[in-house]
Nanobody
Framework: QVQLVESGGGLVQPGGSLRLSCVAS?????????MGWYRQAPGTERELVATATTGGIAHYADSLKGRFTISRDNAKDTVDLLMNSLKPEDTAVYYCYLEGGRRGYWGQGTQATVSS
């Protein structure tokens, strides 16, 4: 069974940075195609933050380009998200996502709060 475990959330002041990490365990039948991050703020739908394919292609939400950076370690099945210049509107639960074997897997989420 595939499990995703996130870490690195917390409270940060506006303009600060956070690094989120996710590690996957378990065997994905058919291999891993991509890993990434989504987020969900209270009262909103879950939205894409960034994904990275096993081949090294990264895709970002347009509104986050330039502030967020995704990185993967294919050998370790990990994916990190470096978030810079954080704003209060970045406050959300951030979910790790893995796509592989014709299905997706979700982590339980980690809370990131941007507030002074």
């Amino acid at each position: 069974q595939v499990q995703l475990v996130e870490s690195g959330g917390g409270l940060v002041q506006p303009g600060g940075s956070l690094r989120l990490s996710c590690v996957a365990s378990g065997r994905v039948v058919g291999g891993v195609n991509a890993m990434g991050w989504y987020r969900q703020a209270p009262g909103t739908e879950r939205e894409l933050v960034a994904t990275a394919t096993t081949g090294g292609i990264a895709h970002y939400a347009d509104s986050l380009k330039g502030r967020f950076t995704i990185s993967r370690d294919n050998a370790k099945d990990t994916v990190d998200l470096l978030m810079n210049s954080l704003k209060p509107e970045d406050t959300a639960v951030y979910y790790c996502y893995l796509e592989g074997g014709r299905r997706g897997y979700w982590g339980q989420g980690t809370q990131a709060t941007v507030s002074s």
